[in-house]
């Protein structure tokens, strides 16, 4: 058997020498005749071989199925175990995994985390811890209001935003300042008036209410002062596109000249110096004041108004209404001085999710409104951690990570999700499905005909997912 083997190999590796041998290393006709003569010989002897032996029938065919490559994944369906409002003590046990406690916790803190105590077994590997809330922020305290802020010093991860949560009581002003960043603004409740003057010495006045918004561009210089509209004045969130702002490093109007000699300060206004006898000696920050009138207008102007205003009222748009939700999108085609950061408004009712996805460039910094919520990172690289949201809590997915925003209470959960760019841009999972040739997602997945055609129902991007 061996040595017919080796027969058909010498025959194989012969003919094809033979046969392919070029006519010019021949050295005359005659040769040419006798190479040819020998292929035929050694085809014959190839043929003679291969009919005593019986070769194995051949490996190399179609790819295998995806379940015969690997297992199948797990059929646990992984659900959230516990939420803020159980009465139980809860305990870092899932199935036959984990044991009980035996020291101290913190009951309420666990119960609003479930799944950081009993994370569902599809979490894997590491991620930065992704979740802040806003009530752990050291608070600044001042007369007419607060700031409290997130930034990368408390969630690492978010290394291109930072947040700061503020209140002003009626007639309060945020005293006149600039920032290096960007500065974007969502009114979470009463109405703010904002004034600012552009590079060109033109100058604006307006107010957001309940739900709108504002920017400032880098280094333009501004006011906010909460209005009477109502009784407690206002709260609001501050975005900025640098995660290692700080609300502690802002440029001040009166820290500015707190430090500036009074005899250059006369010079700069050509007046006396004593017209800067009553100037503060450092830093007002927040402080009282009168609150402004309801028909105030911009100081009159040579240089006129600014040419694309400061707010957009996105409590007067429109939203887009979805399966399972509705979704409000700004970004500089529709508020053109928005150039750094866009935002999606997202609500998603209950047994609804904000569907699997990712942003392909810009991550996205996310604060909770309303409602309890739960979301999945996933890192690449079968890294995966999954973390729980109330209202008041910051969450942050860097860009091209694959995430999803679930609603697991009984009542609508609201969301901001805000991105470092100057356009809203998601990838939709199921999207990019629908429109790849359904033999290849078989090919990958193993899905029947019948889940294959429902894909095609996602031709149009979801965004929100209700319930089956």
Known sequence: ???????????????????????????????????????????????????????????????????????????????????????????????????????????????????????????????????????????????????????????????????????LDAGAIRELHWHKTAEWAYVIKGSVQVTAINTDGENFLG????????????????????????????????????????????????????HVPKDVLAKNFKTDISAFDHIPSRQLYIFPGTPPKDDAKAVSDPQGQVPSPFIFPLSQMKETELDGGDVKIVDSTNFPVSTAIAVARVTVEPGAMRELHWHPTADEWTFFTNGTGRMTLFAANSNARTFNYQAGDVGFVPASFGHYIENTGDTNLHFLEIFNTDKFQDISLSQWLALTPPDLVKAHLDLDDETIALLSNSKKKPIVVGPA
């Open 1 to 167: 058997m061996l040595l017919a083997q080796s027969a058909v190999l010498c025959a194989i590796v012969f003919a094809k020498y033979a046969a392919g041998a070029p006519a010019s290393l021949a050295s005359d006709s005659g040769s040419a005749t006798a190479t040819s003569e020998q292929a035929q010989k050694a085809t014959n002897v190839f043929a003679s071989a291969s009919s005593a032996v019986t070769l194995p029938a051949s490996t190399v065919g179609s790819a295998p199925p995806a379940s015969q490559t690997v297992p199948f994944a797990s059929d646990d369906p992984n659900s959230q175990l516990w939420n803020q409002t159980s009465n139980i003590d809860p305990e870092p046990i899932r199935e036959s995994l984990g044991a009980t406690i035996l020291g101290p916790q913190n009951i309420p803190v666990a119960l609003q985390n479930p799944d950081l105590l009993a994370p569902p077994t599809t979490d894997q590997g590491s991620v930065p811890n992704a979740k802040w809330p806003f009530a752990l922020s050291h608070n600044r305290l001042q007369t007419g209001g607060w700031a409290r802020q997130e930034n990368a010093d408390v969630m690492p991860i978010a290394t291109s935003m930072a947040g700061v949560n503020m209140r």
């Open 207 to 258: 107010t957001a209410g309940a739900g709108d918004l504002w920017y400032f561009p880098p280094g333009i210089p501004h006011s906010l002062q909460a209005t009477d509209d109502d009784a407690d004045g206002a709260e609001f969130l501050l975005v900025f596109n640098n995660g290692a702002f700080s609300e502690d490093s802002t440029f001040l109007l009166t820290d500015w000249l707190a």
